[in-house]
């Protein structure tokens, strides 16, 4: 909107998360994360590599004027980036269980304010059995400009199913009617359609179990002596 180009506001967007994402490879930070880092600690299997972004403040460089006078305070920015407002992908990360999470704050910030909100968000989020300690954090004490503070949060969450299942629905019931096939089947096999949604399907499956190991087993009943 504005009278700009239909996509500066999403390439807006995509340009914030890669400026916060490679800030600590660009300026100096009390706890910097290396991107190897993030790889390492986010993907505990190869196939569930699928992260799911949000950052706080939302918003482009056209926008950064305006939400200038009601900057929110550190506190609120990692109630946001947990919020599904905040995600940059049509999900609802509560709902689901996070193998792992990572969080890049940059501005005038310490360890205490992070260590702080993460003992609030600790109940409120659902890690899985094995990674209950899961966050990876990140501090760079450059601001982005215009801006006092910012936060991006990278979460390896089940609930990027939901996406993979609906392009999956989309894309069968294109297939079905066998729409726009012929211009691929020109350069590959048709069977490559098949085994693609395959992959797809496990994939999800996987995201599924996952999602399950995390819930508590129910306590077996206990069995008492005779007599007592």
Request: proline share 7%; net charge neutral.
């Given at each position: 909107?504005?009278?700009?180009?239909?996509?500066?506001?999403?390439?807006?967007?995509?340009?914030?998360?890669?400026?916060?994402?490679?800030?600590?490879?660009?300026?100096?930070?009390?706890?910097?994360?290396?991107?190897?880092?993030?790889?390492?600690?986010?993907?505990?299997?190869?196939?569930?590599?699928?992260?799911?972004?949000?950052?706080?403040?939302?918003?482009?460089?056209?926008?950064?004027?305006?939400?200038?006078?009601?900057?929110?305070?550190?506190?609120?920015?990692?109630?946001?980036?947990?919020?599904?407002?905040?995600c940059l992908i049509n999900a609802d990360p509560r709902r689901s269980t996070y193998l792992a999470c990572a969080l890049l704050l940059r501005g005038p910030a310490t360890i205490a304010d992070v260590s702080r909100n993460l003992g609030k968000l600790k109940s409120q989020l659902r890690f899985v059995h094995w990674n209950p300690e899961g966050f990876k954090v990140g501090l760079?004490?450059?601001?982005?400009?215009?801006?006092?503070?910012?936060?991006?949060?990278?979460?390896?969450?089940?609930?990027?199913?939901?996406?993979?299942?609906?392009?999956?629905?989309?894309?069968?019931?294109?297939?079905?009617?066998?729409?726009?096939?012929?211009?691929?089947?020109?350069?590959?096999?048709?069977?490559?359609?098949?085994?693609?949604?395959?992959?797809?399907?496990?994939?999800?499956?996987?995201?599924?179990?996952?999602?399950?190991?995390?819930?508590?087993?129910?306590?077996?009943?206990?069995?008492?002596?005779?007599?007592?």
């Amino acid at each position: 909107g504005h009278g700009g180009r239909p996509f500066d506001g999403m390439n807006g967007v995509a340009a914030s998360l890669l400026l916060n994402l490679t800030s600590s490879v660009r300026f100096d930070g009390a706890l910097n994360v290396d991107l190897n880092e993030i790889t390492m600690n986010l993907v505990p299997y190869p196939r569930l590599h699928f992260l799911v972004s949000s950052m706080s403040p939302l918003t482009t460089s056209k926008d950064l004027a305006k939400a200038a006078p009601t900057m929110r305070s550190v506190d609120y920015l990692f109630a946001d980036v947990f919020a599904r407002e905040h995600c940059l992908i049509n999900a609802d990360p509560r709902r689901s269980t996070y193998l792992a999470c990572a969080l890049l704050l940059r501005g005038p910030a310490t360890i205490a304010d992070v260590s702080r909100n993460l003992g609030k968000l600790k109940s409120q989020l659902r890690f899985v059995h094995w990674n209950p300690e899961g966050f990876k954090v990140g501090l760079c004490g450059v601001p982005p400009a215009n801006l006092p503070h910012s936060l991006l949060q990278l979460g390896n969450n089940c609930c990027i199913r939901n996406t993979f299942a609906a392009m999956r629905d989309r894309f069968s019931k294109l297939y079905k009617r066998k729409v726009y096939v012929h211009h691929y089947t020109q350069y590959m096999e048709a069977g490559c359609f098949d085994e693609a949604v395959h992959t797809v399907d496990n994939l999800i499956a996987e995201y599924d179990a996952m999602d399950l190991a995390s819930m508590p087993l129910e306590e077996p009943p206990r069995m008492y002596p005779l007599g007592i």
